[in-house]
């Protein structure tokens, strides 16, 4: 018998960065079964195999669900291989090419390849809906749909507004959302987890599982993760995103270019940081944003690809991007800390020989002249903490430059 | 090879009391090609053998099926076995309980001997559509959903109305239209018959056959016959309705209590008629309804139960009937004919010794003392077509009687 975190521990973890949970009390009432009786809850994340490359909109979801695979909980990944198998003839899609069967699978491993990135991957169940939904008949489908009604379906936000703008909806798309409400019936989930997009095909698996005599699930939805622009929802067409397979390099130096608005978010939807530790990288979010993201691209570049392509990528950004303006031979410094690994700015520079006087240092920083890897700094009473980031290169006046090491 | 009728001559029977034929032309090019190849049109009538009992209602597409058999055409009845098979958990329909497999057929096998009585029994193909609807997959049910769209759906007249009013539609409603539609495509229909209510969902059929390849149906719409109240549409919840296998005593009383505006409409719709009597039969039910009404319930009478029945009806109508406010033992009178089957009212009354001279008689009349079977007469010229109808009883004033034989 498996033995699971408190409830109230599962659920701090579990309500990181969610959108809604629906229905709360039902999602405690089954942690507190599943640890009664020891039997994990049985989670959902559907899948689109016919989008190949992950990014770290993906990956919002993904990592909730290897949340839950953390507390114990089981995975299942749903390959939503029977649409894609079908295609869309009626030409109003160009997204949905009919694939083969090999294709299909192909994709599924590919996704779950990359997904496994994020996930546990031993503790992740791949199943592929075209088992059960193939085997359904016009009989099946004809019981199924009885237990939904037009009006419910067209209150889905999309189908309203193309409704309302007289923008044919093929009537196949109304099966779509009962095929994937029909996925937990077949695997019997506790819980499903998507995108607030998905809110409306969430519910729809609740209510057909109740149809079908099922204990219905929860439905979690998570935030759609903002692209590098900080505005318009990651996505590979709006080249706004970060690939969760692409090189250290590219990763780290993509996540450093985010607005500092969304440091904060990143990390509570897009890293594996503790959630204990949330409230505090919050604060700092706030107070060092520079420093701040270099922690995050830091991490994010750890998590995909290791602690030690991390650090080359972290070097690599200094070479190309801040030293661009930097010469190639500039002494080294380490700072002498007096107060545990926290030092002040004018201290730093007159330790560094870049200052005669922290008074020097001070006019310095009033007049614009001190920068922190190429970044001006205006804060004159600034204390860096070192624990909290990467060697950098520190700049006061024209041609004094210092690379801080420890 | 077989022959046809050219196709003006097949068009006069056709087009008998149809609503509308969509389109015309295609059904001209299709009686063309069919007679210049000697290949019989298929044509398909759906039934619905969750209602056992047909009527005359009914009996106006039967009527119309057999028109096309007559002319060398081949009729093929679909038992929608597969909806019936499948009945209505939602609840929302207390109509379709599911039917096993061997209700099903007898419920059609009953609905194919009650049809028989109007179709010609060897050159009907009768066929149930589980056949194929049942043997489709949850694949071939979105491929058949993406020909069309919601917002055709939701135009048929009776989805409109209960989605503006915010009735529930349950989904699975929708897709009931596309499995008929889809039972054109499997008979390869060339034409399809239905009433007016059916005019979408005859249209959805030529769609869907067009987006499989097809030569799209000809949809033939007949209008919904009246019942006894002349009013509404003739049904059994309405009590208003002639059964086809009512007792021919029952049949023709029924017939007779029609209002006379709808004579010539049964005769059109409802009867074996031949059609280029139509003209003429439609002069006398506005210029003598009362004894073609009688002429109506003998043919309809004739057509389900045969002549004799007829006869008997007719009979005991007038026994049971009209003979209600006559005495036992009356004088009966066999006219004396000078002017072929036709008799003027006063010389019959006259001749009959109901009154002593014409100017009698006329005087009767005028005050309203004269009736025949219990119908007050005012015209004082009518002549009597005995050709034309049955024996009948002659009243003038309180007391006289006299039944008119020939």
């Not at 299942?76 to 160009?94: N, W």
């Not at 996704?111 to 992740?124: C, D």
């Not at 309302?164 to 695997?187: K, M, N, R, T």
Request: with cysteine; charged share 25%.
């Amino acid at each position: 018998m498996m033995t699971f975190p408190p409830v109230s521990e599962q659920l701090l973890h579990i309500q990181r960065g969610t959108d809604e949970i629906i229905p709360k009390e039902e999602l405690i009432s089954k942690l507190e079964a599943s640890r009664a009786s020891g039997r994990p809850l049985v989670v959902k994340l559907g899948c689109d195999p016919s989008r190949p490359d992950l990014h770290l909109g993906h990956a919002v979801v993904l990592r909730k669900l290897r949340q839950f695979q953390d507390l114990g909980h089981r995975a299942v990944l749903i390959v939503g291989d029977f649409t894609g198998m079908i295609g869309d003839a009626s030409g109003r899609s160009k997204m949905r090419p009919a694939l083969s069967l090999e294709e299909t699978r192909q994709n599924g491993a590919s996704y779950f390849e990359q997904a496994s990135k994020v996930l546990n991957k031993e503790r992740t169940r791949i199943v592929y809906n075209s088992e059960w939904l193939g085997a359904m008949s016009f009989g099946d489908v004809v019981r199924l749909a009885m237990k939904t009604t037009v009006a419910r379906m067209l209150n889905r936000d999309d189908f309203a507004t193309r409704y309302a703008q007289d923008e044919p909806i093929g009537l196949h798309e109304l099966l779509y959302p009962l095929a994937q409400a029909q996925d937990s019936v077949a695997i019997e989930a506790d819980i499903e987890l998507g995108g607030t997009d998905q809110k409306f095909n969430l519910l729809m698996g609740r209510a057909i599982q109740k149809a079908a005599g099922q204990s219905p699930q929860v439905c979690i939805t998570l935030p759609i993760l903002e692209g590098l622009d900080g505005k318009e929802k990651m996505s590979k067409s709006l080249d706004n995103y970060i690939g969760i397979a692409e090189a250290p390099e590219d990763m780290y130096g993509k996540v450093l270019s985010i607005p500092d608005s969304l440091i904060y978010r990143y990390f509570e939807l897009a890293t594996d940081t503790d959630t204990h530790d949330l409230p505090s990288l919050k604060r700092q979010s706030a107070a060092q944003p520079r420093d701040t993201k270099h922690h995050l691209a830091a991490v994010i570049t750890r998590m995909y690809h290791g602690r030690a392509a991390a650090r080359r990528a972290q070097e690599h950004f200094e070479r190309t991007v801040i030293r661009k303006e930097v010469p190639d031979d500039i002494p080294s410094h380490r700072p002498e800390l007096t107060d545990g690994s926290e030092i002040g700015l004018l201290t730093l520079l007159t330790q560094a020989g870049l200052t005669a006087s922290n008074g020097e240092a001070r006019r310095l920083v009033v007049q614009g002249a001190v920068s922190l890897d190429g970044e001006r700094v205006a804060n004159s009473r600034l204390v860096i903490d070192l624990a909290d980031r990467a060697p950098f290169v520190v700049r006061a006046g024209k041609r004094r430059f210092a690379r801080i090491v420890w």
